[in-house]
Nanobody
């Protein structure tokens, strides 16, 4: 089992920045990829960004150039730096980890609200 704990959400004005963190524990040696997903009110959950063990990152088109995913393997932590935030970025953000058997693990979610 892998446990994920997110932090860093909150309320910020449009154009502002937030940094999300996700700390992994448990069978961390089995983790291959980690990432962030989000679910906005009334919408399906969508991928935001993912990063592999070797640092290869992919982003949703809607966040390219504004969000940066990074990973500290020594601390078993993944980060999402979010800049130039827009109201449409408002959502619950979930940390995800996938292991070698393609089992998915999820954090509890952290609320991000962009509003003036």
């Amino acid at each position: 089992q892998v446990q994920l704990v997110e932090s860093g959400g909150g309320l910020v004005q449009p154009g502002g920045s937030l940094r999300l963190s996700c700390a992994a524990s448990g069978r961390i040696f089995s983790i291959t990829g980690m990432g962030w997903y989000r679910r906005a009110p009334g919408k399906e959950r969508e991928l935001v960004a993912v990063i592999t063990n070797i640092g290869t990152a992919n982003y949703a088109d809607s966040v390219k150039g504004r969000f940066t995913i990074s990973r500290d393997n020594a601390k078993n932590t993944v980060f999402l730096q979010m800049n130039s935030l827009k109201p449409e970025d408002t959502a619950v953000y979930y940390c995800n980890a996938m292991d070698q058997l393609f089992q998915n693990y999820w954090g509890q979610g952290t609320q991000v609200t962009i509003s003036s």
